[in-house]
Nanobody, 123 residues
Framework: QLQLVESGGGLVQPGGSLRLSCATSGFTLDYYAIGWFRQTPGKGREGVSCISGSGTSTVYSDSVKGRFTISRDNAKNTVYLQMNSLKPEDSGPYYC????????????????WGKGTLVTVFS
């Protein structure tokens, strides 16, 4: 059964860090780009970052560039999102999604995604 399961969310103060994990199963991870997106009432769905199947190409939204780092360990079937210097506007549910291809928005070609993990940044 194809699954993507996010974990690692939580409560953190501004300036803090979190590391999100996306554990995948039911498909060959190496063949697919994987993305992270978040959804908030104000901005709707926002692609945060994505990474190619080999891990050699990455994309970041302007809002997180320089603060977030995406990586993957295909041997462990897991993709990570290291989030540093967190801001209150980073709060919301974060989802990982399988992508048919890498794109600037990190949203094109989404076909499966998980149930999300909640990030709350508060002072």
């Amino acid at each position: 059964q194809l699954q993507l399961v996010e974990s690692g969310g939580g409560l953190v103060q501004p300036g803090g860090s979190l590391r999100l994990s996306c554990a995948t199963s039911g498909f060959t991870l190496d063949y697919y780009a994987i993305g992270w997106f978040r959804q908030t009432p104000g901005k709707g769905r926002e692609g945060v970052s994505c990474i190619s199947g080999s891990g050699t190409s990455t994309v970041y939204s302007d809002s997180v560039k320089g603060r977030f780092t995406i990586s993957r360990d295909n041997a462990k079937n897991t993709v990570y999102l290291q989030m540093n210097s967190l801001k209150p506007e980073d709060s919301g549910p974060y989802y990982c999604t399988r992508l048919r291809a890498l794109s600037d928005s990190c949203l094109d070609g989404m076909d499966y995604w998980g149930k999300g993990t909640l990030v709350t940044v508060f002072s």
